[in-house]
């Protein structure tokens, strides 16, 4: 990516390593011992899966997404993510019975 990444809700288009360009929407974004991890679900799909990913730093200051391929550091990003999306999830549940 040739720019910084704006982390607001809206349409990411993400190229991987073999060239192929897909639409990611952003679901969230939490922070873990000053590292950015994000919470991504493909555009086209609708069964609720979501990829997640790390913001890292190039060496010419670009922000990129990347894999995380710990298992512990993944599972602490996963875990971080579904606490604060359950808390997002259970609001808007109230708001709605408020209605």
């Known amino acids: 990516m040739e720019e910084n ?3 607001e809700n809206g349409l990411f288009n993400l190229v ?3 060239g192929n360009e897909s639409a990611f929407e952003l679901l969230g974004s939490v922070e873990i011992d000053d590292v950015t991890y994000v919470a991504l679900v493909p ?3 609708e069964d609720g899966e979501y ?3 790390k913001v890292t730093t190039d ?3 670009c922000e990129l997404l990347v894999t995380i391929d710990d298992d512990d550091e993944f599972d602490r990003a996963v875990a ?3 606490e604060e999306f359950e808390c997002e999830i ?3 549940d109230e708001d709605e ?3």
Request: proline share 0%.
């Open 80 to 82: 971080a993510f579904e």
């Open 43 to 45: 555009a086209e799909n």
């Open 59 to 61: 060496d010419d200051g």
């Open 97 to 99: 019975d408020d209605d």
């Open 51 to 53: 990829v997640l990913l």
């Open 16 to 18: 991987d390593e073999d």
């Open 90 to 92: 259970d609001l808007d």
């Open 5 to 7: 990444l704006e982390f």
